[in-house]
């Protein structure tokens, strides 16, 4: 009877041991990404060459000229995928290969209407010392797009995030396409900011590190390398309790990855918030990590 026991309970061990290790390993699990229609609204617009030049010299008359750049369709479209690629839970697919794909519930489909390309052009004539009649020219770039993030197994709608970027140069330096790149390469940037956001990565604090009085300096976390912890990764840190089975959680602090030392485990500075961290720390709460960037 006492083996039994045992062997129960050494059974019992072994997958309580599991099924935490279960949830740590899907706690930032990968999703997948697919990009699906890419329409732009202007693609029937697009404008002659002695269009576009008619409307350039009109804009050194009036000192604004503002022109659909339809030349950067493609690049605005790469562009997406860059920013769906580069987002940390996210793993971009090229498209739906089989049905194992679509199985897994969080796995998106995005479809994105691409709804401005602009170069602005906005000119000022001035006079120098000597008197000489002078035009500076300022180049700004827009790109805009709105995303629809659908659900790849039911087709549910679960957000529609709106993008734009914009890029700016001075004539003395610069030209609209040096300003529209700049656009472009923001509007990626923002999608990919967009998506950490919408699935960021959790942690817990396992451990304070250095300490000054009354306040936490540094603390370890559970997130390393395994799980994209990369250094300079912002957090916030969350007290967590349960309201009527609802997970309630309350910030009290902030940190900054300083070095990430294994799989599985960082070492932060304590931006905000030392003193309420070491308090919750010494009384023995468990205090979730969220990042924040």
Known sequence: MKKIIMTLAAVLCCAITVSAQDAQTNRNRMYRITLGNVQYTHHNEKLSTGETIGKVLSGVLTGKADVQATKYEEDVKNAIINGLSNSRRFRF?????????????????????????????????????????????NYTGVVEAM???????????????????????????????????????????????????????EANIIEG????????????????????ACEGLHLGVYTVKTVAGREAKSQIGKLKIEAVEGDDISRCKVQSGGKDIKAALDAGENLKVISID
């Open 93 to 137: 697919n090229e498209g739906l290969v089989n049905l194992d794909d679509v199985m897994e519930e969080g796995n998106l489909v995005a479809d994105a209407v691409i709804t401005n390309i602009k170069a602005k052009t906005d000119s000022r004539t001035w006079k120098d010392k000597d008197g000489k009649t002078q035009i500076t020219t």
């Open 147 to 201: 995303l629809t993030l659908k659900d790849a197994k039911t087709g549910e709608v679960v957000a529609s995030p709106s993008f734009s970027g914009s890029g700016m140069g001075s004539s003395s330096y610069s030209d609209s396409d040096k300003a529209i790149r700049d656009a472009i390469s923001r509007f990626s940037n923002r999608i990919s900011a967009w998506l950490n956001k919408y699935r960021p990565l």
């Open 209 to 228: 590190a250095a300490a000054k009085k009354d306040k936490q300096k540094e603390v370890y976390i559970d997130l390393g390398s395994g799980e994209g």
